[in-house]
């Protein structure tokens, strides 16, 4: 069974720093593209990041580039998202989400329950 | 990259069809063939329902299907059914090998 469980979310001031983590299990980790998915409370779905599976191809939203970074330790069947100069629009449940597509593409065939994250003073 | 459009509500009768339509840009959903839905029930993870285009996931019911024509997508359910009320959102892969994500659509099961 297919299983993602984020871990690393919770209260960070403005402009701090936090880094979520999400362990795999269940999938040969190493086979694929990963992504983080975040939601805003009430509000709708927004992509953050993807990155391949041997780490070659790395992409972010523009709301996030240049202050956060997306890895991933295939190791460890771990993925990461390390962010910085957080802001209050930054609050939201950080999903992590398993990219099922075979070649081009993207689709978010497994997700794991998300950890929140709220920027606050 | 601007959100896909989508309607913010749509409704309908046990047994009745409803489409919700997902609009883009010649570079996103009008560019390529790589459409998802997904359906997210209140406090619940979001689940894929539809990926590029019109494949179904296994165990998804065949009462959703998926199409596309120029810069929209379409996401059909047919014999509606109670269940079936929750929030649907369309993405699609862009030239810049990013993501987009519409912004939802509430389903109510009258």
């Known amino acids: 069974e297919v299983q993602l469980v984020e871990s690393g979310g919770g209260l960070v001031k403005p402009g701090g720093s936090l880094r979520l983590s999400c362990a795999a299990s269940?999938?040969?980790?190493?086979?694929?593209?990963m992504n983080w998915v975040r939601q805003a409370p009430g509000k709708g779905l927004e992509w953050v990041a993807s990155?391949?599976?041997?780490?070659?191809?790395?992409h972010y939203a523009d709301s996030v580039k240049g202050r956060s970074t997306i890895s991933r330790d295939n190791a460890k069947n771990s993925l990461y998202l390390q962010m910085n100069s957080l802001r209050a629009e930054d609050t939201a449940v950080y999903y992590c989400?398993?990219?099922?597509?075979?070649?081009?593409?993207?689709?978010?065939?497994?997700w794991g329950q998300g950890t929140l994250v709220t920027v606050s003073s | 990259q601007s959100a896909l459009t989508q309607p913010a509500s749509v409704s309908g009768s046990p047994g009745q069809s409803i489409t919700i339509s997902c609009t883009g840009t010649?570079?996103?959903?009008?560019?390529?063939?790589?459409v998802s839905w997904y359906q997210q029930h209140p406090g619940k993870v979001p689940k894929l329902m539809i990926y590029?285009?019109?494949y179904r996931p296994s165990g998804v019911s065949n009462r959703f299907s998926g199409s596309k024509s120029g810069n929209t997508a379409s996401l059909t359910i047919s014999g509606l059914q109670a269940e079936d009320e929750a929030d649907y959102y369309c993405?699609?892969?862009?030239?810049?090998?990013?993501?987009?994500f519409g912004g939802g659509t509430k389903l109510t099961v009258l």
């Open positions: 989400a398993r990219d099922g597509a075979v070649l081009d593409g993207r689709n978010f065939d497994y």
């Open positions: 269940g999938f040969t980790f190493s086979s694929y593209s």
């Open positions: 990155i391949s599976s041997s780490s070659t191809y790395i």
């Open positions: 010649s570079s996103d959903v009008g560019g390529y063939n790589y």
């Open positions: 590029d285009v019109t």
């Open positions: 993405s699609s892969y862009t030239s810049s090998k990013t993501e987009v």
